[in-house]
């Protein structure tokens, strides 16, 4: 037993480097800081929120297959309320925000790369008011 | 090993057992997975009923106006990049084109004679994606990311779309356009409203089928201060387009091809 404190000392700086990202991650408060998202107040979601939490993804790849490709653009959701089916502007726009205040925050927590839905849809949260004034009606004859 | 009467019986029942109780613990567990406010089917509906439901289907068709279009505007291309967020890249190469100009030698290559209407020769004339009625665009395309809707509008999902440009290929008409590059930072004035499109995938006119939804004229038609542009339903005998055919000489680009335009030139 000579070299008890040889061997503890390789002990201890093992578990240290092996543990080392946990303490770097209290250290710099970014393990125990979980997402803090802000809801839109008295307003409730397309789904419920387990749904969502669980399948959201699916849930917006639904979305996107039926408006792409059998043109539904209406969705009744659970409670019947009716929704118009847009990424941009149902999603963001009248509930979440921007990408930045409801998406990344959850998924750079656990540290999930964002999908690609972004690079076409637009991420313009608080705009999509003035511009939707912006068309001219002209009904159809 | 030989199989008794009674070891086979025990088998089979074994078997039957344990079938039925996989099928209940499915049972058990599909009923616990989808409560009632889960998404489904029914809670889709189509707006401006563009799927016609009983209906005779439409067919989306535009005639443009020789005598009225060419007076040196381009309203109608103006008011289709701010809708649809189609960039101006300067770039001839990497140019993305939904409606647009070309000269009357290249829209008409095939009605030319020995002695041309000199009003005519070297005209920039209006041209667009054609929503063909047999489209060779959607026949190549090996995703189905574009296809044509029952009205007649040729669609694209750019979510398919995987960027393969056989339909750029198979378009006779050079309707459709590659994303070479970012096309963000060519966006003029950017419209929240419609997405904009990734490097990668192709593009095109879409008869702004969005606005069609809600029962408003595409974007060109509506911009046009010459009203040269008139849009409607070809299969409607009494729609707009149908009226202006009825009366005029009417052309389609290269009809020998058999694709069948939506869209007509009337001269």
């Not at chain 1, 008890?4 to 201890?12: D, E, S, T, V």
């Not at chain 1, 917006?60 to 990424?87: C, E, F, P």
């Not at chain 2, 019986?9 to 989808?34: E, N, S, Y």
């Not at chain 2, 004339?125 to 040729?154: E, F, M, S, Y």
């Amino acid at each position: 037993m000579r070299d008890r404190a040889l061997i503890f000392a390789g002990l201890f700086l093992f578990v240290a480097i092996v543990t080392c990202p946990l303490w770097w991650g209290i250290a710099a408060r970014t393990s125990t800081q979980g997402p803090e998202l802000k809801l839109a107040e008295g307003k409730t979601c397309v789904a419920p929120a387990d749904y969502m939490r669980a399948s959201h993804m699916q849930f917006l790849i639904d979305w996107r297959d039926g408006k792409v490709r059998q043109h539904h653009s209406q969705y009744t959701a659970y409670n019947g309320a009716h929704y118009n089916v847009s990424l941009t502007n149902t999603c963001l726009g009248q509930c979440h925000g921007s990408k930045k205040q409801f998406c990344d925050q959850c998924h750079s927590y656990v540290a999930i790369s964002t999908p690609s839905c972004w690079d076409c849809h637009q991420d313009v949260s608080g705009k999509t008011a003035t511009m939707a004034t912006a068309a001219v009606p002209g009904r159809m004859p | 090993m030989k199989i008794t009467r009674m070891n086979f019986l025990r088998v089979l029942g074994g078997a039957v057992l344990a079938a039925g109780a996989g099928k209940f613990v499915k049972g058990i567990g599909d009923a616990a997975q989808t409560p009632s406010g889960v998404p489904g089917a029914k809670n889709f509906a189509t707006a401006g009923g563009a799927t016609g439901g009983d209906r005779a289907p439409k067919r989306w068709g535009m005639a443009i106006d020789f005598g009225k279009c060419g007076k040196g505007c381009n309203d109608c291309m103006r008011a289709c990049r701010s809708a649809h967020n189609v960039p101006q890249i300067p770039d001839a190469n990497h140019e993305i084109k939904w409606i647009w100009e070309e000269p009357y030698e290249k829209v008409f290559p095939y009605q030319r004679t020995d002695y041309e209407r000199q009003d005519l020769v070297g005209r920039p004339l209006l041209v667009l994606c054609n929503h063909c009625a047999d489209p060779p665009c959607t026949r190549v395309c090996p995703t189905q990311a574009t296809w044509k809707r029952d009205d007649g509008i040729v669609m694209m999902d750019y979510h398919r779309c995987i960027g393969c440009r056989y339909c750029v290929a198979g378009c006779p008409y050079g309707s459709r356009s590659f994303n070479w590059v970012d096309p963000r930072p060519y966006i003029e004035t950017m419209n929240p409203q419609f997405p904009t499109r990734t490097k990668g995938v192709v593009e095109k006119c879409n008869f702004c089928e969005e606005r069609l939804a809600d029962g408003l004229l595409p974007a060109c038609v509506e911009a046009c201060s010459q009203k040269a542009l008139v849009f409607g339903d070809l299969n409607d005998e009494n729609s707009a387009v149908r009226q202006a055919l009825k009366s005029r000489y009417a052309m389609q680009r290269t009809p020998e091809l058999g694709t069948g335009p939506s869209v007509f030139y009337l001269t």
